[in-house]
């Protein structure tokens, strides 16, 4: 056999490889094809939507109701049809994803999708972590008024190229928004309201990265890259500790609380509207104006970094009314002789447990009550969970939110449909510094001598033990 029939029948195989790749190929595209589910209208029985008949493409609105739950599993890919939203009416989503199976929600045509509704004031919720929102009108949005228990946390999530990465309206309890990252987005937020945002990420958006409404904490947070990093409407309660600022138009504008950020590198750090609290802050390097006053109103700035300690270097960073007639003026004295984070002015510390119950137990009817000692800075927050889900105050459970925790009377394993207070209990002891968590582990025992269960020990249970004797009980 001679070179060149080697090579051709070398040639040979690769092609009947390449055809047999192809048909793989194939017979996977139309398999995917096939497991596509088309969904439209009303979900009032609890639904899954499973990852072996994902993607779902809403060809109409999907409106879950009557307290049904949608599940839907990691991996799922959700597609929207033109100004098509899966809404969340009097009932819930729950969309919880993994690390390695995050859940898409996109849109397929243009227009684009309108994407996820909460309805909150008439008990419409969602629970979002490890989701991925793309090219929709709105990622989510939060329709007004939720006077009742705080929204679905939305967790590890992605809001990239929607028009609103996240809409939300007034209510009275905060939701909770954390390891979140919204970009390329018009705005990352819009008119968001009564929220904490930990740990998220606001870049690249073509208005804001985050325009605020009332009520919203970002802590841990950073804005970069933005025409605006974040804005609010003055005496809004829009409060910032511990942000990056750096590489917007303009940072911050109109925010009340400014502790411990970074405003570095934008063309205007802070324009002020009102009278905020800006301390303990390092601002400098910003190419216009380290601080813009907007108003008439005089605003005292002590303690911040102004990259120099030199008077004449700072106020020709500072535009106010000195340089313009009908401006108020800053008083920035006294000012840090570093940054914030080296100076003990600026020191924070975050809580510590230092006691904490033991594992223990108690029995039905009895009352447990978890008590724990935290040192913090300031007034801490307490905020205690089963098994990670944290607890409301009502009926058998009082103390959620303060120290201690009371449960009383405890509930018999089975006794209450899907519950059992036995299970893992922690508090998260929160300052602006930080959070330590405390750890138990409690079990509810069932009273033998209870023999009918009615969390009391009496001689009614001496008559039904006698009856279920008679009657052959083994």
């Known amino acids: 056999m001679n070179i060149q029939s080697l090579v051709g029948g070398s040639s040979s195989i690769l092609r009947r490889l390449a055809m047999a790749c192809a048909a793989v190929a194939s017979v996977l595209a139309a398999a995917a094809s096939a497991s596509a589910t088309n969904v439209c209208g009303t979900i009032s029985t609890s639904t899954t939507w499973t990852f072996i008949n994902s993607p779902y493409i809403l060809t109409c609105d999907v409106v879950v109701t009557s307290g049904a739950t949608l599940t839907i599993d990691p991996g799922v890919v959700v597609q929207f049809g033109p100004n098509m939203r899966l809404k969340a009416q009097t009932g819930t989503i729950s969309a919880i994803g993994t690390a390695g199976g995050h859940i898409s929600f996109t849109t397929v045509s243009d227009p684009p999708g309108f994407g996820i509704e909460i309805v909150s004031g008439s008990s419409g919720d969602g629970t979002f972590d490890y989701c991925d929102f793309s090219n929709l009108n709105t990622g989510i949005l939060y329709g007004c008024c939720n006077n009742g228990p705080p929204a679905g946390p939305v967790r590890h999530s992605t809001f990239t190229g929607c028009t609103y990465g996240m809409q939300a ?107 905020p609290t800006i301390e303990c802050c390092d601002i400098f390097n910003n190419t216009t104006y380290n601080l813009e006053m907007l108003s008439n109103t005089s605003v005292a700035a002590p303690n911040n970094w102004w990259g120099t300690t030199v008077a004449t270097t700072i106020d020709a960073g500072i535009r106010d009314g000195f340089d313009q007639v009908g401006l108020g003026f800053l008083t920035y004295t006294p000012n840090l002789a570093g940054l914030q984070s080296t100076t003990s002015t600026c020191a924070c510390t975050a809580p510590a447990i230092t006691a904490q119950p033991g594992p223990f137990a108690r029995y039905n009817g009895q009352t447990a009550t978890f008590a724990i000692t935290a040192t913090a800075t300031g007034t801490p927050t307490y905020t205690w969970k089963r098994n990670g889900v944290p607890l409301a105050n009502g009926g058998r459970i009082s103390g959620a939110n303060t120290n201690p925790l009371v449960i009383n009377p405890v509930a018999r394993n089975g006794s209450e449909s899907a519950w059992t207070d036995s299970g893992a209990y922690t508090c998260d002891v929160t300052n602006v510094c930080g959070t330590a968590t405390s750890s138990v582990y409690f079990t509810a025992l069932w009273c033998a001598a209870d023999f009918n269960q009615t969390g009391t020990l009496e001689v009614a249970d001496i008559f039904t033990f006698l009856n279920a004797w008679f009657a052959g009980c083994p």
């Open 169 to 275: 309206y007034h209510g009275v309890q905060h939701r909770q928004v954390s390891d979140c990252t919204f970009s390329t987005c018009v705005y990352g937020l819009n008119y968001a309201a009564y929220a904490d945002f930990t740990n998220c990420v606001f870049q690249n958006c073509g208005v804001a990265g985050a325009d605020a409404g009332g009520q919203c904490n970002f802590t841990l947070c950073t804005f970069g890259n933005n025409p605006m990093g974040v804005q609010s409407q003055t005496g809004q309660a829009c409060n910032l500790d511990r942000c990056t600022v750096t590489g917007n138009t303009i940072g911050i504008r109109g925010c009340d609380l400014i502790r411990r950020c970074a405003i570095e590198n934008n063309a205007t750090g802070i324009q002020v509207n009102g009278v």
